[in-house]
């Protein structure tokens, strides 16, 4: 959980902090806002997208903007604040990042080692499902950058990993209207059900693998 605690029916216009200044951009910039939230949240991973996304829903659920409209914009702010966490480790290299990054409030380099064995392990796997968790939704792009992931292939998995992600939490605020801020209390819930996913993901794929090449051996 993000540590940002809201009381169910919040007014978003009472709000402070992040909520408040996410608050104050999409109402400032419009859906352009939500766009720039979330690729800030991206590349300072304590940003709490899950306070975000579901402002945006709520958002949305008054006329500011479409629904659609917000699901694209958040998923395209992903892809760019990924982007720029990508160009950085391909650029600056994996140690000197790993100290940038480290200097930021709340980032622990533990987190960003993990996210590097993550990718290091699952590659392909670890930057599409990486995009649904927590933390490591941001990290993974420094050892994807590091290790000059094919960009085509970086923004198609990150853009479709977003989406996912996104397009949950959007749609919760905007269903819930005014008890959006409830999405946080499940928030955690999805998280172990993407990684149970991706254990179940990788599993399958690595006794595939076993099963393939024992049939090429036999023959």
């Known amino acids: 959980m993000t540590g940002y605690a809201l009381v169910?029916?919040?007014?978003?216009?009472?709000?402070?902090?992040?909520?408040?200044?996410?608050?104050?951009?999409?109402?400032?910039?419009?859906?352009?806002?939500?766009?720039?939230?979330?690729?800030?949240?991206?590349?300072?991973?304590?940003?709490?997208?899950?306070?975000?996304?579901p402002l945006?829903?709520?958002?949305?659920?008054?006329?500011t903007f479409g629904l659609v409209e917000a699901i694209v914009w958040t998923t395209a702010g992903s892809v760019a604040g990924a982007m720029i966490l990508y160009l950085l480790g391909a650029l600056i290299g994996r140690d000197r990042t790993r100290r940038l990054m480290g200097r930021?409030?709340?980032?622990?380099?533990?987190?960003i080692d993990r996210s590097e064995e993550f990718f290091t392990r699952h590659g392909r796997a670890a930057v599409f499902f990486g995009r649904m968790v927590p933390v490591f939704r941001s990290l993974i792009s420094i050892p994807a950058g590091v290790e000059r992931m094919a960009i085509s292939t970086f923004l198609l998995l990150t853009a479709a990993g977003s989406a996912i992600w996104?397009?949950?939490?959007?749609c919760a605020g905007y269903l819930l209207g005014e008890n959006w801020d409830a999405v946080q209390n499940y928030a955690g819930i999805f998280q172990w059900i993407v990684i149970a996913i991706v254990v179940a993901a990788v599993g399958w794929f690595v006794t595939s693998r076993l099963r393939t090449r024992s049939h090429v051996a036999d023959s």
Do not use: C, R
């Open 8 to 53: 169910a029916g919040t007014d978003p216009s009472t709000l402070t902090g992040v909520a408040g200044w996410a608050v104050n951009l999409m109402a400032t910039l419009g859906v352009a806002g939500a766009a720039i939230a979330i690729a800030l949240e991206n590349v300072f991973p304590p940003l709490p997208s899950e306070v975000i996304l």
């Open 104 to 111: 930021i409030p709340l980032v622990k380099l533990s987190d």
């Open 166 to 170: 996104n397009t949950i939490f959007v």
């Open 56 to 63: 945006a829903g709520f958002t949305a659920s008054q006329g």
